[in-house]
């Protein structure tokens, strides 16, 4: 929400808060009865709840920092941010070289089984890597003892033993847990939860549990897999990926310490001056500095390290790292997830715009609103033939039209808005125009419900696109004509062609607007700008025409970085300029054909006219 929002408002704020409270309080409720009942016998009376600790990596260990710390810290940000970098660019290529394999497949059902074979094969690979890089590592020996709330609590380090020689005894005593035997070091570390795995990673004063092979094997292994997974059709995310490969490469960094300060045993009362320099702070500095370089959300990062770990003690320190690796990877890349609104040609908008010239930012306060707008642009009329309105929606890829009005001499005279989705429902949603209804009135032809002109979608899309075909070919619907007066949106938003370029992007990013009409002195359409207009790269292309035109070198124009956005949304100059939109001319939502460019295949079906796919 941090980076994708354009506002926030205050009762949403409010709506948030409660919501967390209540599900919290549920929560913690239902978990301290199955404490209660778990605990009590059955002869016990029912005498209260207990109520477990929340955080999820909670650190019980608060451990001794030193001004040196800083060092290191430093070090981790920087690196947070190149490797998070690294790992969006990685991200993106597989992303397209998948997005290359699948586009070779034609058939929709043999892509549709590679979808659900994709995730199989992924889990396969996954546990062969896992299963395999075990007989790399021996059992070692352990007797270690944890701090725990209650003898059912599960938060702290968990050995696990795999073909050891001795087995591994956990037992509880005066809030304690106590585990002695053997342990084998890359089983604890895979075998369970993923969360289980980054708790142990995390774990204080435990410098000569884990050595830096298995978290090498482990940081490779979840750098390439993490990405494949999170490019599958499954609903999953890159959260936890993103706090492991953290907390790996930081525990990796905190044992490196270790070894060249000479094994310095943290564990021992008598080094309590260089408890700093255990490996679980690194790899929650770690785990902070990879969030925060892929995802560049800043506060984001630091409130969710501090809540998960309860670590109050660290929160510079995180600071420090988020602000550094946030800083190092904006440098090479959009954020994680910016670029893969890009990949998707989906129109994100940056909360500011920032063009240069000559190394200095350019105003865009003295450039004006018609310098980025698509022009010409298709308009209807307030009464507009059948056969007119079906060829511009077989034509045409818009997702809205202005619509116009002759008066006073005027022809283009602005009046609203009307969507595809609105005029296909119109022109479908009617008992058909055929030879009977061609002398009555236009609105006894129009029997559209306000539910289904309402619809956000179209539930037979192969009928729509044949009705329109059958509108298109036959002659007789070019005498019929359609009001659209009832069905515009008059309230759409427009604004002067000398408006402010600065300020039509602010208005149109925080209304959350997909149209903005451009108009003249006298109201009449000139232009009209959408989301693509206003990418960053689409602006600065006819900023740097408008200023190569006053005289400035090529040269000497400096444009902001854009990771490969140009792909996706720049325009065929063999085309009209007002064909501007990719998506196809049927639909199955409102949502502008900008949002839905990512789908692998479109559902036109009609043999008569169909658009070309779209490019990218």
């Given at each position: ?65 030193n001004l040196l710390i800083a060092i290191p810290s430093i070090l981790l940000g920087l690196f947070g941010g190149l490797s998070g970098a690294f790992f969006i660019f990685f991200h993106l290529k597989a992303a397209r070289f998948r997005r290359k394999l699948l586009a070779k497949v034609s058939r929709p059902e043999w892509l549709n089984v590679i979808k659900v074979l994709e995730p199989m094969v992924v889990a396969v690979i996954s546990s062969i890597v896992v299963m395999g890089t075990l007989g790399f590592f021996t059992c070692k020996e352990v007797n270690h003892t944890a701090d725990v709330f ?467």
């Amino acid at each position: 929400m941090e980076e994708m929002s354009s506002f926030w408002s205050t009762s949403l704020t409010w709506q948030t808060f409660v919501c967390c409270i209540l599900a919290r309080s549920v929560t913690e409720v239902l978990r301290s009865v199955v404490a209660t009942l778990t605990t009590h016998s059955k002869d016990t009376k029912f005498i209260g709840f207990e109520f477990s600790e929340s955080a999820l990596f909670d650190m019980k260990d608060q451990l001794r920092l030193n001004l040196l710390i800083a060092i290191p810290s430093i070090l981790l940000g920087l690196f947070g941010g190149l490797s998070g970098a690294f790992f969006i660019f990685f991200h993106l290529k597989a992303a397209r070289f998948r997005r290359k394999l699948l586009a070779k497949v034609s058939r929709p059902e043999w892509l549709n089984v590679i979808k659900v074979l994709e995730p199989m094969v992924v889990a396969v690979i996954s546990s062969i890597v896992v299963m395999g890089t075990l007989g790399f590592f021996t059992c070692k020996e352990v007797n270690h003892t944890a701090d725990v709330f209650s003898a059912h609590e599960g938060k702290y380090l968990k050995f696990k033993a795999f073909q050891c020689d001795k087995p591994l005894d956990i037992s509880y005593k005066d809030g304690k847990v106590i585990q002695t035997g053997q342990f084998h070091e890359m089983a604890t570390l895979v075998f369970g939860s993923w969360e289980q795995m980054i708790r142990n990673l995390l774990s204080r004063k435990t410098a000569d549990i884990f050595t830096w092979k298995s978290n090498l094997i482990l940081l490779v292994f979840f750098f390439f897999c993490s990405s494949w997974a999170s490019l599958c059709c499954l609903a999953n995310g890159l959260l936890i990926p993103q706090l492991a490969i953290g907390a790996l490469y930081g525990r990796m960094f905190g044992n490196f310490m270790c070894e060249v300060f000479g094994k310095i045993h943290l564990q021992k009362d008598e080094h309590e001056q260089w408890e700093w320099m255990d490996p679980g702070i690194f790899a929650l500095l770690g785990s902070a500095s990879f969030l925060a370089g892929t995802s560049r959300l800043p506060i984001t990062s630091v409130v969710m390290l501090i809540e998960m770990t309860n670590d109050i003690n660290m929160s510079l320190l995180i600071m420090i790292v988020v602000m550094l690796a946030k800083f190092i990877g904006g440098l090479f890349t959009h954020p994680l997830y910016h670029s893969m609104c890009e990949f998707k040609c989906i129109p994100y908008l940056d909360s500011q715009i920032h063009v240069y010239n000559k190394a200095k930012k350019v105003n865009l306060e003295l450039f004006k609103a018609a310098d980025v707008m698509a022009s010409p642009v298709t308009t209807v009329n307030v009464n507009e033939s059948v056969q007119f309105l079906a060829n511009m929606l077989l034509d045409t890829n818009h997702g809205g039209f202005p619509v116009v009005i002759s008066e006073f001499g005027f022809k283009k005279t602005f009046l609203g808005v009307i969507t595809r989705l609105e005029l296909i429902i119109i022109l479908t949603k009617t008992i058909s125009f055929n030879a009977k209804e061609l002398g009555r009135e236009d609105m006894a032809k129009i029997r559209i419900s306000y539910p289904e002109y309402s619809s956000n979608k179209l539930s037979d899309t192969v009928f729509a696109n044949e009705i329109l075909n059958c509108y298109a070919e036959d002659s007789r619907y070019a005498q019929v004509s359609v009001n659209l007066l009832p069905y515009i949106n008059t309230s759409s938003h427009s604004v002067p062609s000398q408006f402010s370029l600065e300020r039509a992007y602010s208005m149109f990013r925080t209304l959350g607007l997909r149209h903005l009409v451009v108009t003249d002195q006298h109201n009449q359409v000139m232009g009209i700008v959408t989301r693509k207009d206003l990418m960053g790269f689409m602006v600065d292309d006819k900023i740097r025409t408008i200023i190569q035109r006053s005289g400035v070198s090529r040269d000497e124009f400096n444009s902001p970085h854009y990771v490969e956005s140009g792909k996706c949304y720049k325009r065929d100059s063999a085309a009209d300029s007002k064909y501007s939109s990719p998506a196809p001319a049927l639909r199955l939502s409102i949502q502008e054909e900008d949002e839905l460019a990512d789908q692998p295949q479109r559902i036109i079906l009609s043999a008569k006219r169909r658009i070309s796919p779209t490019p990218g």
